[in-house]
């Protein structure tokens, strides 16, 4: 049928931005000093050694980890996870060209060709993971082609913020809480809003949210992100950091994610009689996301544990009262809970980092303290504090535009579903197979 056709366009579009990133990257990109072949350079090779294995945990959490969890969705399994797969190798090369360049505007240098070694990579794959959580608010709403018009528009927008929140604020954000979850967190809410809005005002099959739920068999599948990400958070947030302090990282984010996982089996099973998937999925996984802005931080094994305790109760308290009361109150539904898992621990995040600035002392921090932070306690926080707003600010706007821009676009016919872009043969045939067997039972009928 002509409506379950996949979009020539996309296809059209998809070929034509590869080609421009082609070109952008063959003029405006070449290896760092150190990576031409020929030279030999102690400290790239110790770089490369260091970062490549963070590197590909990274990799991992991005492909295995962000699409298995999405696909929860009974009949969305191809997509969440071939559109994971699509979208994030289009995105690590955009998120490099964008991330750079800005950093070059911001920073108001003189334009130069942009230098890529291997942390080029880990930013590439930063801009993907935070389009990617922006997607998990839209997830079975939006057709391949909208997904890459909001990519472009997302990866952008990222960009710039970014640069801001580092260059302009001098933020700490070495997991990326601030400029990465919570952006991508509230961009995707903002657009998902805005879609859903202007859907409402168009005719559509009935049952549009019929297939809005899991089966047995796709929660399980959406248990593998889940220990996938939890295993390789702690690469995550040390991937841009060295020695002591990476091994610092390393700590709070381990001891995080544990107590965010106890505390979400906990509340979940206290506030809803029994475990629930969704909370176990989700929530057990905010720890990594609440320690983000502050892994580097000198906080103890303690202070740690009780974020990421405090992050997994305000988690599953996400899902059982705020998504709920958002999808009554202002027709905003959430489809991965987006905002429980990276918004509102985010969020919280970014009030550590203020309250851990502000509190720091040259007695907890030693002769790290001058390098570490890069203004006086009391600058520092407020710094952090305009990195939130700034956050805020841009990702919300940059997503009512983004939502804006391609609902004019044709929207997803079949929501939550693979068929109108994946080609179901197993479907296909037992569909098939039942209407033989209807027939067969009316000419039976007939007999009689």
Known sequence: MAENMLSRPLLAMLFVFEIALLVLFAFGTNYAPGVHSGTNSTAEDTTLNEVYPLFQDIHVMIFIGFGFLM???????????????????????????????????????????????????????????????????????????????????????????????????????????????????YFGLAASWVISYKRQ???????????????????????????????????????????????????????????????????????RKKFNMVDVQNATLAGGVAIGAVANFNLGPAGALGAGMAAGFISVCGYVYVSPWLKNRFGLDDTCGVNNLHGMP???????????????????YGSEFTTFFNHSPSTQALNQLYSLLCTLGISIGAGVVGGFVVSFLPDLQDLYQDKSEWDLEEDEEQDHIGREMIQNTNFSAGLY
């Open 201 to 271: 005002k168009r005719v559509h099959p009935a049952n549009d949210s019929s297939y809005n739920g899991s089966s047995y068999q796709s929660d399980l599948f959406a248990m593998i992100g889940t220990v996938f990400l939890w295993l390789f958070w702690p690469s995550f947030n040390a991937a841009l950091t060295s020695g002591g302090e990476r091994h610092r990282v390393i700590l709070n984010t381990v001891f995080s994610l544990c107590g965010s996982c106890i505390m979400a089996f906990v509340t979940s099973g206290w506030l």
């Open 346 to 364: 985010g969020i919280f995040s970014a009030i550590l980092s203020i309250i851990g600035s502000a509190w720091a002392k040259d007695s907890v």
């Open 71 to 185: 696909t929860f969705l009974k009949k969305y399994g191809f997509s969440a996870v071939g559109f994971t797969y699509l979208v994030g190798a289009f995105a690590l090369q955009v998120g490099i060209l964008t991330t750079s360049f800005f950093e070059q505007v911001i920073e108001g240098s003189t334009f130069h060709t942009i230098q890529l070694d291997i942390t080029s990579l880990v930013a590439g794959d930063f801009a993907a993971g935070s389009l990617l959580i922006s997607f998990g608010a839209l997830l079975g709403k939006v057709t391949g082609f909208q997904a890459i018009v909001l990519t472009i528009i997302h990866l952008t927008c990222y960009a710039i913020n970014e640069a801001i929140s580092v260059q302009k604020f001098g933020s700490l954000d070495v997991g990326g809480s601030i400029v990465l979850h919570t952006f991508g967190a």
